[in-house]
């Protein structure tokens, strides 16, 4: 059986993995959210509907805003398609004490591309594609 590949922008992968170095030695994860292929200005060498990681969620977003005004600007997780999550202990792997996704991309120092990888809700692992593109400026106005 063929290993199914999970799609990223560049932009969001050194994002995330600079919020994790930041952030080290405590854990960081964050929600994921996609766009489809087709949504991108330039054409990508994916089918239309092929979802690409583009943009994260903060667990904190909206919070303050939420106390004060009553909107809840934060997103729950089953409303988005994948989960980041820094190991910063070096453990590249998914835990037992992860949030779950059906897609879990993990992060280890030293924190670059080759120290990522994506899995499963079971851990078993996925390929990771890096997708050279900018996703579309409305992607979180959707």
């Known amino acids: 059986m063929d290993r199914i590949t999970v799609y990223m922008t560049r ?23 996609v766009t489809p292929a087709a949504a991108f200005a330039r054409s990508l060498p994916l089918a239309d509907q092929q979802p690409v990681f583009t943009h994260f969620y903060l667990p904190d977003a909206g919070a303050s805003v939420s106390a004060v005004f009553g909107f809840d ?10 989960r980041f999550v820094a190991h910063p202990d070096g453990e590249l792997a998914v835990r037992v004490t992860d949030d779950l996704h059906a897609v879990v991309i993990v992060a280890v120092p ?29 992607v979180l106005l959707g």
Not at 112 to 136: H, K, M, N, W, Y
């Open 11 to 33: 932009g969001l992968l050194e994002g995330l993995l600079t919020l994790a170095e930041e952030r080290t030695p405590e854990a960081f994860e964050a929600a994921l959210g």
């Open 73 to 82: 600007l934060g997103t729950s997780p089953g409303q988005t398609e994948g």
């Open 110 to 138: 030293p924190w670059t591309q080759q120290s990522v990888a994506a899995f499963d809700r079971s851990g078993d692992p996925l390929g990771v594609e890096i997708v050279e593109a900018e996703p579309p400026d409305d």
